[in-house]
């Protein structure tokens, strides 16, 4: 896994460009208070990254519709598993770096590939049931 930036499309090789939010979410994007936010879009097959906010530093890996929505189901269900715990959000990281067996740096779940995804979904449920026992 990889946070490097590439300028041409994983998926289909087309070119990725910078473009504001509203040109990927239109009108809601005052709604999700994306006004002034970038991302980073195949301006071939739509895949797409956002930005770490006021900047243009890409939150992860370009992504399919399908990549993206595992991607946000594996946040909901770790982000509510270190709330759970009571840990912070940088010792949830942590506690995930040492079980996937990476290193700091790259514990992102924006650079995640679909099975690392579900990793840390098994990992999270594996822990919930193990302190239920």
Same mark, same amino acid.
């Given at each position: 896994?990889?946070?490097?930036?590439?300028?041409?499309?994983?998926?289909?090789?087309? !070119?990725?460009? =910078?473009?504001?939010? +509203?040109?990927?979410?239109?009108?809601?994007?005052?709604?999700?208070? &994306?006004?002034?936010?970038?991302?980073?879009?195949?301006?071939?097959?739509?895949?797409?990254?956002?930005?770490?906010?006021?900047?243009?530093?890409?939150?992860?890996?370009?992504?399919?519709?399908?990549?993206?929505?595992?991607?946000?189901?594996?946040?909901? !269900?770790?982000? =509510?598993?270190?709330? +759970?715990?009571?840990?912070?959000?940088?010792?949830?990281?942590?506690? &995930?770096?040492?079980?996937?067996?990476?290193?700091?740096?790259?514990?992102?779940?924006?650079?995640?590939?679909?099975?690392?995804?579900?990793?840390?979904?098994?990992?999270?449920?594996?822990?919930?049931?193990?302190?239920?026992?």
């Amino acid at each position: 896994m990889s946070l490097e930036f590439t300028e041409i499309c994983r998926y289909c090789g087309g !070119v990725i460009r =910078a473009v504001p939010a +509203r040109n990927v979410y239109g009108p809601a994007v005052n709604r999700l208070g &994306l006004q002034k936010e970038y991302i980073y879009q195949c301006q071939n097959c739509n895949a797409r990254v956002g930005c770490h906010k006021g900047t243009l530093r890409p939150l992860g890996n370009v992504a399919n519709e399908t990549l993206r929505l595992k991607r946000m189901e594996t946040h909901r !269900v770790f982000d =509510a598993f270190w709330k +759970r715990k009571g840990m912070s959000r940088t010792k949830g990281y942590q506690w &995930l770096a040492g079980q996937m067996g990476l290193p700091e740096r790259l514990t992102h779940i924006g650079g995640f590939e679909m099975d690392q995804c579900q990793k840390v979904i098994d990992l999270c449920r594996k822990f919930e049931h193990e302190e239920a026992a």
